[in-house]
Each structure stands twice: as C-alpha cells, then as structure tokens.
Nanobody, 122 residues
C-alpha cells in the first residue's frame, strides 16, 4: 500500500525554524518526484517546494525562496522541508505528495499524505 506520512509540525514563534519530514512506504522515492504543499483556512492549496527523483533539482515558490529548503534521503525513503525565518503567513496544513511529473501544480500529484499543522504565532 502506497503511503506518505508527514511529521514535524507544531507551534513556533515568528523567526523560528521547523523541519518537516515525509516518510514513504510501499514505494521507493528513487522513482518519484516529491512536492510539499500547504493550505491555509479559506485558501487554495499551493505548491511550496518540489524535488527531483535524484534530489539534484529543486524548485521553491517565490514566497519561500531563501527561507525553505527541500531535501531527500533515498536510503531512508524520506523527504525533508527545512523551514527557517518563519512568518505568520506560513501558518497552514503542510502536505507532501508524490508524482511522476515534476512541478508545483498540485493537480500533477497522485499520492498525498494526511498533512501536518504548522502554526507561526507569538
């Protein structure tokens, strides 16, 4: 059974950092593109970051460039999202997803995790 499980969310003060993890089971990340998405209340789901199969190519939304970093450890079958300099507007449920088509369009993604809440507040 294909499964993605996110972890690492929580409450953090503005300017703080969090690292999200996305662990895959039932398939290997070597053959999949992985993306991180987020959805705030009342807003559409938006692409945050994505990474290529080998991990050598990444893409970030303009809103997080310079603050977020996506990486993967194929040996652990896990993708990470390092989030620094967090802002209140980063508050959302964060999801990881897998696809065979690289990009930040959520419509390209076939398998989704259940999400993890990130709240940035003082």
């Amino acid at each position: 059974q294909l499964q993605l499980v996110e972890s690492g969310g929580g409450l953090v003060q503005p300017g703080g950092s969090l690292t999200l993890s996305c662990a895959a089971s039932g398939f290997t990340l070597d053959y999949s593109f992985i993306g991180w998405f987020r959805q705030a209340p009342g807003k559409e789901r938006e692409g945050v970051s994505c990474i290529s199969r080998g991990g050598g190519v990444t893409k970030h939304a303009d809103s997080v460039k310079g603050r977020f970093t996506i990486s993967k450890d194929n040996a652990k079958n896990t993708v990470y999202l390092q989030m620094n300099s967090l802002k209140p507007e980063d508050t959302a449920v964060y999801y990881c997803a897998a696809t065979s088509k690289y990009g930040l369009d959520p419509r390209r993604y076939d398998y989704w995790g259940q999400g993890t809440q990130v709240t940035v507040s003082s």
